[in-house]
């Protein structure tokens, strides 16, 4: 396992986060998107607290990212956000993801988030472990949830519930 320092993402990483995003969408496990948005369509999905980079020591070369996204515009869920982490292909296996989702973890518990939800294609097994390693729980299956690229495909629905915030 690699130690990285983990930090705030700015606007000025994107071409790192796109470039990571791209990866994960070359490998048709990671989205049911076929293309990376645009910074601006990026930015305005995303949470603009809890936006993780994980770099290498003595770089500032972003070899992983994680952010945090609404779930519904109802106040009722103003403390449930869906993860979105992704790991570079030349860094991945190596605790990368490990150490960003436990960050993430940390940070959205200090940002009011009591619920933390994945939706994983079940052929991503690597992915599954590492939600389940911090503490997500596999809620269910969704079976032929939306089509990738004109094939079916079913999502693992994985939850995680913060001890410390929405407990009350």
Request: aromatic share 8%.
């Amino acid at each position: 396992m690699i130690i990285v320092h983990v930090r705030q993402l700015t606007s000025a990483d994107w071409e790192a986060i796109r470039s990571i995003y791209v990866e994960g969408v070359a490998t048709g496990q990671a989205t049911f998107e076929t293309a990376a948005p645009s910074w601006e369509k990026w930015d305005e999905t995303h949470f603009p607290f809890v936006r993780l980079g994980a770099t290498l020591p003595k770089e500032d070369c972003i070899v992983g990212w994680a952010a945090l996204s609404r779930i519904s515009t109802r106040n009722v869920y103003a403390g449930v956000a869906e993860v979105s982490i992704y790991v570079a292909a030349d860094a991945r296996g190596r605790g990368v993801g490990r150490q960003l989702l436990a960050q993430l973890v940390t940070e959205s518990e200090g940002n009011g988030i009591w619920t933390l939800q994945a939706a994983i294609f079940p052929e991503n097994e690597a992915s599954v472990r590492l939600h389940a390693s911090a503490g997500f729980r596999v809620i269910g299956r969704r079976e032929r949830i939306a089509k990738l690229n004109g094939v079916w495909r079913d999502t693992v629905l994985m939850e995680r519930r913060s001890t410390l915030v929405g407990i009350d």
